[in-house]
């Protein structure tokens, strides 16, 4: 039994972010040690699916040790959980193997740049799972890159399935962050929990992934400005679609 729990709702909201989208990932990413187009792409697809679960179930015993756990709590268990705290395109199944490297590229990437910014968290629960998962995580960036740039460089139909797959994911994974404004992060970010607010750590993701997307020709409303050296969103980003109780897109 614990005999005082944490009575911290932003931290609580987004361990509990953190753990469904492993989750979630990782179911999707399941299906495809069977389905994808090369015997070593089946192998990486089934190392990665083991990771990508391992890390949701290190968070999501941490919701135990929370006040807001009171109030439901089977939701702290991903067997009786019923809510759906991850990004709204893993609500389906992938369509096929570019959605899978595009969720690898665009959506796990995402995440770790995240756990990236709680690797020195004043919560040390989650400063001892980040640095793990971060360290995992570099075969996963590896595989991604390397997917991206073989599936665009094949040209025709199979560079066309590619982008439209990094473009289901891309206003919503951008938006997984926060508004400039989230009173969730922003709070974490104060109390040291996290060490970047929502536009830093969007900041952060384009300086990883868009390097590669400009070399390959890949479009996306990103600039890049000379002046800091830094990538930033073109255009106005949906928030009127943000969910923030669930950090997803309507």
Not at 209 to 226: G, H, K, R, S
């Amino acid at each position: 039994m614990i005999s005082e729990r944490i009575d911290n709702a932003a931290l609580f909201a987004i361990l509990s972010a953190l753990a469904d989208n492993k989750q979630a990932v990782g179911r999707r990413y399941a299906y495809w040690c069977n389905g994808a187009p090369a015997l070593e792409a089946a192998v990486a697809a089934a190392a990665m699916t083991q990771d990508e679960l391992g890390h949701a179930r290190t968070l999501y015993p941490l919701l135990e040790d929370f006040a807001q756990a009171n109030d439901a709590p089977e939701q702290v268990e991903p067997m009786t959980r019923t809510l759906r705290y991850h990004l709204a395109t893993l609500d389906q199944d992938f369509a096929g193997w570019c959605d899978f490297v595009a969720t690898n590229f665009l959506v796990d990437t995402a995440l770790t740049t995240f756990f990236e910014a709680c690797t020195a968290s004043s919560y040390e629960p989650l400063r001892q799972r980040a640095r793990k998962i971060v360290q995992e995580e570099q075969l996963h960036f590896v595989h991604g890159e390397g997917w991206v740039r073989r599936l665009a460089r094949a040209g025709g139909a199979v560079r066309r399935t590619l982008l439209a797959s990094l473009q289901r994911c891309w206003e919503e994974t951008l938006c997984w962050f926060g508004p400039p404004d989230d009173p969730t992060v922003l709070q974490l970010q104060h109390a040291g929990i996290i060490d970047a607010t929502p536009d830093e750590l969007r900041s952060r993701y384009l300086q990883k992934i868009m390097p590669v997307l400009q070399t390959l020709d890949l479009a996306f409303p990103v600039t890049f400005d000379t002046a800091s050296k830094r990538w930033k969103v073109a255009q106005p980003l949906p928030w009127e679609r943000w969910q923030a109780a669930s950090r997803r897109l309507d």
